[in-house]
């Protein structure tokens, strides 16, 4: 059966510092991945997606940035962390374009 | 973009009762999922539902792809059931979802 992981579970950052999340998944071959982030209130936004190794497609312009180094291995990046960037990063994945499963999140909150 | 709205924000029911929570699309999705956040943030696959309807112990969804809206159903609630629900729907592999709807199941 296919898991996915991410980490770390908390996070907690100063204004300015750099940031690096991971999401693996297991159990599947070349899934597309996608990182979302979920800010105060409710609503989930997309932010990047990958298709294949080094496909990234990003959604919403901003001060983050994803790599796909390996087939199963997603990573969401900041080279200068804003208060803005704070939230729950949220990590899924999918056979093609069909349903998506997601990760247990990252709670970042930069101070 | 497609726009979601789900409907309606806030829900209050006693145990036992019945409910129906509402998502519309300003457009044509292929596809479409409902989901439960636990009190934990991890989302919880309710339902991959396109088109038609599927039924899950007391869950149920019905998806009408040509009207562009989708309902679920949650019968005989439970307290565990609490917490909030998203639609989320879109073209290709991009979801858009909805901003939720946060259920509250009294004992």
């Known amino acids: 059966s296919q898991t996915i992981h991410q980490w770390p579970a908390t996070l907690v950052q100063p204004v300015g510092s750099p940031l690096s999340l991971e999401c693996t998944v297991e159990g599947t071959s070349n899934p597309n991945l996608y990182w979302y982030r979920q800010a105060a209130g409710r609503g989930l936004q997309l932010l990047f997606y990958?298709?294949?190794?080094?496909?990234i497609s990003s959604e919403v312009p901003q001060n983050l940035s994803a790599s796909r180094p390996q087939d199963r291995q997603f990573i969401l990046s900041s080279k200068k962390l804003l208060l803005s960037d704070s939230g729950f990063y949220l990590c899924?994945?999918?056979?093609?374009?069909?349903?998506?499963?997601f990760g247990p999140g990252t709670r970042l909150t930069v101070l | 973009g497609i726009q979601v709205e789900q409907s309606p924000p806030d829900l209050i029911l006693q145990e036992g009762a019945n409910s129906t929570l509402r998502c519309n699309f300003s457009d044509s999705v292929n596809n479409l999922q409902w989901f439960h956040q636990n009190p934990w943030g991890q989302l919880i696959n309710l339902f991959y539902?396109?088109?038609g309807t599927k039924q899950n112990g007391r869950l149920s969804a019905t998806t009408v792809a040509t009207e562009r809206y989708s309902l679920l159903y949650i019968s005989s609630s439970q307290t565990t059931d609490s917490g909030v629900y998203f639609c989320a729907g879109g073209q290709g592999g991009k979801l858009i979802f909805g901003q939720g709807t946060e259920l509250s199941v009294k004992p």
């Open positions: 899924a994945w999918s056979v093609d374009s069909n349903e998506q499963f």
């Open positions: 990958s298709v294949g190794i080094g496909q």
């Open positions: 539902i396109p088109s």
